[in-house]
């Protein structure tokens, strides 16, 4: 639960209480009434914030569980994506393994008739 939640009970709690004790000190009643009085508002009070507690709580709770739901989901998509990327630099690892070898297949002909013609050229001189 988040401190501004706390904040507020704590708040509600104590400005509650102290209104209720400040009126029932100036209501005509006897000290035995009034301390009654004074126990049934503080009792009223803290079931209320209690109440509020748990509302909150609850509330608290269920973002919390929608959150992790949430980001479950996200997890599963980010390794959805993962399995794609990979697929993809592999493909490309082996296209580039493949033009490689081609390149090198034809740096070595080249090389091959370039010898074979020098060869050729050394023979008429």
């Known amino acids: 639960m988040s401190q501004r939640t706390d904040d507020f009970i704590k708040g509600l ?3 509650g209480l102290i ?3 400040v009126g029932i000190l100036y209501a005509p009643k006897s000290g035995k009434e009034t301390r009654e009085e004074i126990a ?20 608290s709770k269920k973002t919390y569980e929608s959150a992790v739901t949430r980001l479950k989901h996200l997890e599963a998509a ?13 493909e ?12 090198k297949g034809r740096l070595k002909k080249a ?13 008429k001189v």
């Open 19 to 21: 209104g209720a004790i």
């Open 40 to 59: 049934k508002k503080a009792e009223e009070l803290m079931l209320k914030a209690k109440e509020e507690y748990e509302l909150a709580l609850e509330k």
């Open 78 to 90: 980010a390794k959805e994506k993962v399995g794609e990327i990979e697929g993809k630099v592999e």
């Open 92 to 103: 490309l690892a082996e296209h580039g393994k493949e033009a490689v070898q081609e390149t």
């Open 111 to 123: 090389i091959d008739a370039g010898v074979e013609a020098y060869k050729e050229e050394k023979e």
């Open 13 to 15: 709690l104590i400005g």
